[in-house]
């Protein structure tokens, strides 16, 4: 009895693992996430309320940035040809992603080799060599000009003309559709074949057939490709960084490119901070405005 | 059909072990030189050699921005120090100038910026305002020589009543032409402006329309702009901090600019960016002599000179003295060593400079790859040795020579300076492109650099 009662009692936290053995499982992902996520989340906010700046440090809290925000011409440009970027580069790069799926569904020989093929771009696509590239083949002497004069055609100054350097940038993106179109083609093959022999024989035509049966089954993950894409045409920074630095004349700043910016070249963490908020309302507004849309578009098979 | 699938496995396994040990090489060559491994392991193997020396062992980190001749050079001027300093064990960090200053600001915020700094001139007022992360190097007179300096050259890092770094080279703009371009077009190179128009229409009528005289980015037109405007009214820029140009001087400046376009001397900014070239030494325009000139930073002229096809001669040009009635153009400090006021070891890293910047054995093998060193033993060194690069040494001269105002420290601030968003950029582009008129150009550039001017 006695030697029981002279035992150390175990740690509370000792107790609280062997209570909570899942804890102990995920501690290491745990403190990765509170380190590297949590915490800069969490500061940042308290960051975008005041004017911290890295080397002169912080004088004043208040809404100030977010005033800035909207009244500065130069923000709301951004803002707004981060926008553009969006609706041009996440439809189009949808509409492209969903038409190579739909081809490569078919049974021809030497498919594999094509969708290894339309799916590289996704993996070399975010790389600064690509970029580079992107930028030769669009210079005023470069290869598409080349290819236009051929054909009789005069030169566009895609790289100059602020009217077509945001296009080149969401060209660059959209020629991404690698990992869309995986999803799509495995949505595709999900698509019952009865469906579309009962279609046939009832005579209804390849378009009707595409509009009333595929599509309508694959929008679970039109939707999710969706959200996805959203998400990260508003991020985009590699791109426009590293092809037009975000010129000419601000057409291809995108407000991620200001964030860098703001945080990194003017220091000015504050600032940089609430402009990611900002950042990051807009994408949660867009995609919860997604989600509650989806009860009227999406359908998932096991609903009633 | 299954052999087909066999062979093709093996290809692709081949392929794939190749790949790796390609990457690995790769990443072995990469990490040597840029962590400065080679230097580590020079100092294990003479590990037993070590313990002969009385002085504790210790590790110092150097890091610096520039070309691949200046890593080479003070990588091996860092191995040379470490023979002679057993016991000093030094780390390197270089890289390209893209996106340096981003890291290192951030670094030096954090306090771990490595011991010894390559620094900008400017870096001490934007980022050591208060001598809070540079070390005073007159508390390391014992380990460096300071006398080796005129006290006008330490005075532009003196901030805070802290000298917070050696300054290496002074440097200024200058024209320099590829010679050859004009002797295409039968003129000789210009020396006055009314040449420089001359040219202009000579270029476009013998060569043809892509072809220019002269080639000046935004940043460049900044700086052409304030040399024109001081030659015409003898004043500094900026004095005692305040915008010393009211909207109508400037003005006038603009008009200049504006003109030099019109006149056919210099492409539109909307022609440099479609290009598609980082920067002018990169444009093919300049390699094949369709750009033949610049204006630029004396110490650069290795580098834009290198950047020409061959049987191109490229020379110094001279300042125009049509410009207006007083010598134009500022020098500025080009580029400073700083030690970080958190360091372990200042004697140590105070030890290193001297070698660097001051000691005959170091700055042979320096050479003149930071520009004509402002030490003067160091440059007795390379003026005995020959180690001077003619044209950079005959840039520095006329620069020296010419260039009397001073700049201000807020002159490179990345509000002015940012590219694209920065305020120059924003007036020069905005000019060329026709969004601006002269009057509103002005107008911009007054606030802008009044703003950053008040804090």
């Known amino acids: ?304 | 059909m299954i052999k087909i699938k066999k062979i093709m496995a093996a290809v692709l396994s081949i392929a794939l072990v190749g790949a790796f040990t390609s990457c690995s090489g790769d990443e072995g060559a990469s990490s040597e030189s840029k962590s400065g491994n080679t230097s580590v392991s020079d100092s294990e193997n003479k590990g037993g050699e070590k313990e002969e020396n009385s002085g504790e062992d210790v590790t110092i980190k150097i890091s610096w921005w520039g070309g691949d001749a200046r890593h080479e050079a003070t990588q091996n001027a860092i191995n040379a120090f470490m023979e002679e300093n057993e016991n000093i064990n030094v780390e390197v960090q270089f890289g390209a100038w893209d996106g340096w200053e981003d890291a290192m600001s951030t670094s030096l915020y954090a306090g771990t910026a490595p011991d010894i700094n390559q620094i900008n001139w400017n870096w001490i007022s934007n980022y050591s305002a208060d001598g809070s992360k540079f070390l005073d190097m007159n508390t390391m007179s014992e380990h460096f020589d300071l006398s080796n300096y005129s006290e006008e050259a330490l005075n532009q890092c003196v901030v805070a009543d802290e000298l917070q770094a050696i300054p290496v080279a002074m440097t200024g703009r200058i024209f320099y032409w590829n010679k050859t371009a004009f002797e295409n077009a039968g003129i000789s190179v210009p020396t006055s402006l009314e040449e420089l128009y001359a040219a202009g229409q000579t270029f476009k009528e013998v060569l043809g329309d892509d072809y220019y005289p002269l080639a000046l980015g935004e940043y460049d037109r900044t700086i052409l702009f304030i040399y024109y405007l001081e030659s015409v009214y003898g004043k500094a820029w900026v004095e005692d901090g305040k915008l010393n140009y009211t909207a109508e001087e400037i003005a006038t400046g603009l008009e200049f600019m504006n003109e030099l376009e019109d006149k056919h001397v210099i492409p539109s900014i909307p022609t440099i960016i479609g290009d598609g070239a980082a920067s002018l030494d990169k444009n093919p325009k300049w390699m094949e002599g369709k750009y033949a000139g610049i204006f630029e930073w004396d110490s650069s002229a290795t580098k834009f000179a290198s950047a020409l096809n061959e049987g191109q001669e490229f020379v110094v040009g001279d300042y125009f003295k049509d410009f207006g009635k007083h010598q134009g153009g500022f020098t500025k400090v080009s580029l400073a060593f700083a030690i970080s006021e958190n360091t372990k070891h200042p004697e140590e890293c105070a030890k290193l400079l001297e070698f660097l910047l001051n000691s005959e054995e170091g700055t042979a093998i320096m050479a003149a790859e930071r520009g004509i060193p402002l030490s003067k033993s160091a440059l007795k060194t390379c003026t005995d040795g020959g180690l001077l690069n003619e044209v950079v040494a005959e840039a520095n001269s006329k620069v020296l020579e010419w260039a009397k105002f001073p700049l201000d420290t807020q002159f490179e601030n990345s509000k002015l300076k940012g590219n694209p968003d920065g305020v120059y950029y924003d007036v020069f582009g905005g000019l060329s492109y026709d969004e601006y008129s002269v009057e509103k150009a002005a107008e911009i550039l007054v606030e802008g650099v009044t703003e950053v001017l008040e804090g």
């Open chain 1, 1 to 304: 009895m006695n030697n029981v009662s002279n035992r150390r009692s175990p740690g509370k936290l000792y107790m609280f693992f062997r209570h909570n053995l899942g804890f102990l499982f995920i501690l290491v992902w745990l403190i990765g996430f509170l380190v590297f996520r949590l915490y800069p989340f969490i500061s940042s906010l308290i960051y975008s309320f005041s004017d911290f700046h890295l080397f002169n440090g912080t004088t004043e809290y208040g809404l100030m940035n977010y005033k800035e925000i909207f009244e500065d011409d130069k923000i709301m440009k951004s803002l707004s040809v981060t926008f553009k970027y969006t609706f041009i580069t996440v439809p189009l790069k949808l509409a492209f992603a969903l038409f190579i799926a739909m081809i490569l569904n078919y049974k021809v020989k030497g498919v594999n080799l094509f969708r290894t093929a339309y799916y590289i771009p996704s993996i070399l696509g975010g790389s600064v060599a690509i970029a580079v590239l992107w930028k030769a083949l669009f210079r005023d002497d470069g290869l598409i000009n080349s290819m236009l004069r051929i054909f009789g055609l005069e030169g566009i100054n895609w790289l100059s003309d602020p009217k077509y350097a945001l296009f080149i940038i969401s060209l660059l993106r959209v020629w991404q559709f690698g990992s869309a179109m995986v999803l799509f083609l495995a949505a595709l093959k999900g698509v019952p074949a009865d469906l579309y022999e009962a279609a046939t024989i009832d005579g209804a035509s390849k378009p009707r057939q595409f509009f009333s049966i595929t599509l309508p089954l694959i929008t679970p993950v039109v939707f999710y490709n969706l959200v996805t894409q959203l998400c990260q045409a508003f991020q985009e920074f590699n791109g426009p960084y590293i092809i037009t630095q975000g010129g000419p004349r601000n057409a291809t700043t995108l407000f991620s490119l200001l964030i860098y910016k703001r945080a990194f070249q003017m220091n000015e963490m504050g600032m940089a901070s609430a402009m990611a908020w900002v950042l990051f309302t807009i994408v949660t507004i867009l995609s919860i405005i997604a989600f509650i849309s989806q009860k009227y578009w999406v359908y998932y098979g096991d609903e009633k």
